[in-house]
């Protein structure tokens, strides 16, 4: 494979890899065949897990930890009986995360060979492009912008990418809903992706003065990196209005974060489920040529809770199935503009939106 193939490769797999992580998305993933593995597949395998864990681990010790329990379960032939390339890494999975609790720590098996890593260099002028048609097809992540009944707003999105090359939509996302007197904004189906383009959508919901949103903590140089929101945005700011993010057990790591931003600078009603509980970044590495692993090389940090969801997840300010949170939410929000309603006929029509929505949410619970 050449370099050029190889970077579109890693490019098209970068891609794919956020959309696996959402829980929606627009094309199911193709089934793979399966390999038979034998025993030096194996140990190769884990040999190469166990020496990626102690090299880049964001928790040394835990590493260490995760290495004695393999070696254990080595020694006690817990693998070797598995021949199955597919079941192989799922069980390394399952083990490395019973001890590490770590759910974005994962083994993956690929039919398809995966291309050793070259030296890191620029990308060409065809390979940007490239990736700039393949975010664009995919709307920069972004699949609905509506106006409901009664001037609420409503954004989802599926994932959080490239914060420059998706600024505009942001922007125009923003803009359209900019007149409505409350916003809704959809993260049950939003796997994650970029922290940049996470600060770029909060700081829509901020005014100039930058707030300190999270800190990435990286094991690698020891660094850690600093997010705040935007002096300037391309598109208008929703300020002053009140906003409601919608969770699942679904939502998942830079998702986690937009909502863990938002409940703890008290911008934003957290209506749904609990979040997944995955805070740590990484990056994706080849252990062999149909093997690789996602390890978690870094850490959220919030500026003001000293801490992460890893683990426990984002637990909503009001909690209900995530199939009846968009109806909680705009019953919500509703209710309150209809506090402030002067004009009379609105104020009927308000009432009667409000008596429709909550006629669909008793049917719903009624169902489950």
Same mark, same amino acid.
């Given at each position: 494979m050449s370099k050029s193939n190889a970077a579109r490769f890693v490019i098209r797999l970068v891609i794919i890899c956020l959309l696996a992580l959402s829980a929606t998305t627009v094309f199911a993933q193709p089934e793979q065949p399966d390999l038979t593995i034998d025993a030096a597949t194996r140990t190769q395998v884990i040999d190469g897990i166990l020496k990626r864990l102690n090299d880049s681990y964001v928790f040394p010790e835990v590493a260490k930890k995760m290495e004695q329990s393999i070696r254990e379960r080595v020694d006690k032939k817990e693998y070797d009986q598995i021949t199955s390339a597919k079941q192989f890494a799922?069980?390394?999975?399952t083990d490395l995360q019973a001890v590490s609790n770590d759910k974005h720590l994962r083994v993956r098996y690929s039919h398809q060979p995966i291309p050793e890593r070259g030296q890191r260099r620029e990308a060409t002028e065809e390979e940007r492009e490239q990736r700039k048609r393949e975010l664009t097809w995919m709307n920069h992540g972004f699949a609905k912008v509506e106006r409901l009944p009664g001037n609420i707003g409503y954004l989802e999105f599926f994932n959080f990418m490239d914060e420059e090359l998706g600024a505009d939509t942001v922007a125009a996302a923003m803009n359209f809903i900019n007149n409505t007197d409350a916003l809704?904004?959809?993260?049950?189906s939003n796997g994650g992706g970029n922290p940049a383009m996470v !600060? @770029?959508?909060?700081?829509?919901?901020?005014g100039p003065e930058p707030v300190h949103l999270n800190d990435l903590y990286w094991r690698e140089g020891n660094r850690t990196d600093e997010f705040w929101t935007?002096?300037?945005v391309a598109g208008k700011r929703y300020l002053n209005k009140d906003v409601y993010v919608l969770t699942s057990k679904r939502t998942f790591s830079g998702a986690e974060e937009f909502t863990y931003n938002l409940k703890n600078l008290k911008r934003a009603t957290i209506i749904g489920e609990t979040t997944g509980g995955g805070a740590h970044p990484g990056g994706g590495f080849r252990i062999s040529e149909h093997f690789g692993m996602f390890v978690p090389t870094g850490r959220a940090i919030s500026p003001i809770t000293k801490t992460n969801w890893e683990g426990t997840g984002v637990t909503p300010d009001v909690s209900v199935p995530a199939d009846q !949170? @968009?109806?909680?939410?705009?019953?919500?929000?509703l209710k309150k503009s209809l506090a402030a309603l002067k004009n009379p006929d609105l104020k009927g029509r308000m009432e009667d939106e409000i008596q429709k929505l909550e006629k669909e949410l008793s049917a719903l619970k009624a169902k489950s």
């Open positions: 799922v069980k390394l999975t809704i904004i959809d993260m049950r !600060a @770029l959508v909060c700081s829509y919901l901020f935007k002096k300037e !949170a @968009l109806l909680v939410a705009r019953v919500v929000a």
